[in-house]
């Protein structure tokens, strides 16, 4: 007989979980395996809310395996280390992100692109090597192996800094990738969301100039004069958007909705990328001739792997940026989905599970 999550451990862990597709998330009582020899078990102080834990909460893609614990973008202290662990001690500030485990031997692993490992598992709504279920970071705490466990640098706040680990990684991976770091060049960011916001802060970083893509103006001001971005185009402006045709080197694509891709492709100049980020309900259309007759690229990109997401964490504490975030309670979280649902949020809601989850 299946065990329930709360025997299939030894060790009794609380935490916030959905049931059903309602997405509603209350108090939820599961188990966490002991802390192996490879195993860093790490006390949770902050984790972000991404809209993957929207969508998986709610079944958007089809795939949840309730009951599930969200969260991927966790910051903690390790309070226990197996003896195998070398990168690691006890007391030490560190992160988890979206990926908890891979085969750690194929192509991909070998190249520390574990994003991309066939039999890589999500830290949440994922079958673990031993046949259990990951649960995430809405919780007291998480066992993870050593290979998955980031070292959070010492002047990256743990609240600010906690989206980073799926955010960040998200927009840092595919401008490594694609070549697009090159001081000067012209990068469109569409979409001014959790994802957008960090494209933003990360593309000044580079030395890139930054236009803001959106539909409406509401967020212009905050975009040139709180992000840095150095300009902002309205979509729904045809005159501006004819002005810009052709201007942009790359853009970030970053829109979770279903949208045109025909206008940004516009934007870009002969040998553009357009790079998607986001992950819409139903397939895009994508017209061929912009790419044809611009020798245009459109690509992809998912997270990235640990080396890198060590980089960027390291990249980001050495320029300052940190997500923009609204801190909540724990038994605040299903206010903020429902926000989130309506994009009201600047940028990136985190809870403090640390001083706010305290068993009913």
């Known amino acids: 007989m299946a065990k329930s999550p709360e025997t299939e451990h030894p060790n009794k862990v609380f935490g916030w979980g959905a049931r059903d597709k309602s997405g509603v998330l209350s108090p939820f009582h599961f188990s966490r ?35 599930v614990v969200p969260g991927h973008e966790i910051v903690g202290i390790a309070t226990k280390v197996g003896k195998n662990v070398t990168k690691f001690k006890e007391g030490d500030r560190v992160g988890v992100g979206v990926i908890a485990g891979s085969c750690q031997s194929c ?15 999500f830290t949440y709504n994922a079958i673990a090597s031993d046949g259990t279920k990951n649960y995430g970071g809405y919780s007291e705490n998480i066992v993870v192996d050593q290979r998955f466990v980031l070292r959070f640098p010492e002047n990256l706040p743990s609240d600010s800094g906690a989206p980073l680990l799926c955010a960040g990684i998200t927009v840092y991976s595919p401008m490594k990738y694609y070549g697009m770091t090159e001081a000067g060049k012209h990068l469109g960011v569409a979409g001014l969301g959790g994802l957008g ?18 539909s409406s103006s509401k967020k212009e001001e905050e975009a040139i004069n ?11 402006d045809p005159q ?8 942009m080197d790359y853009i970030i694509d970053t829109i979770s909705a279903v949208h045109a891709l025909y206008p940004l492709l516009g934007l870009l100049k002969v040998n553009g990328k357009l790079i ?85």
């Not at 192509?107 to 598992?121: G, I, K, R, W």
């Not at 998607?276 to 690229?297: I, Q, S």
Request: hydrophobic letters at 40%; charged letters at 25%.
């Open 33 to 67: 395996r002991d802390n192996g020899e490879n195993d860093v078990t790490v006390k949770i102080l902050f984790c972000g809310v991404c809209h993957t834990d929207l969508h998986t909460i709610k079944n958007d893609w089809g795939y949840t395996y309730y009951p």
């Open 107 to 121: 192509e991909s692993c070998d190249q520390d692109l574990e994003n991309y490992c066939p039999q890589m598992s």
């Open 226 to 236: 709180h992000l840095g971005a150095d300009s902002f185009l309205v979509t729904s």
């Open 276 to 360: 998607a980020l986001g992950l819409p309900e139903k397939p895009l259309e994508l017209p061929m001739f912009p790419l044809v007759l611009g020798r245009k690229m459109v690509g992809g990109s998912d997270v990235g792997g640990l080396k890198e997401t060590q980089e960027m964490l390291d990249f980001c504490a050495k320029h300052n940026i940190t997500a923009d975030i609204e801190l909540i309670k724990m038994d605040e979280i299903n206010s903020a989905m429902e926000r989130l649902a309506k994009s009201d949020v600047r940028y990136r809601f985190v809870i403090d599970v640390a001083n706010s989850l305290s068993p009913p």
């Open 240 to 247: 501006k958007m004819k002005a810009a045709i052709g201007t």
């Open 197 to 214: 916001h960090v494209a933003v802060k990360i593309g000044k970083a580079f030395g890139l100039k930054v236009t803001v893509i959106s």
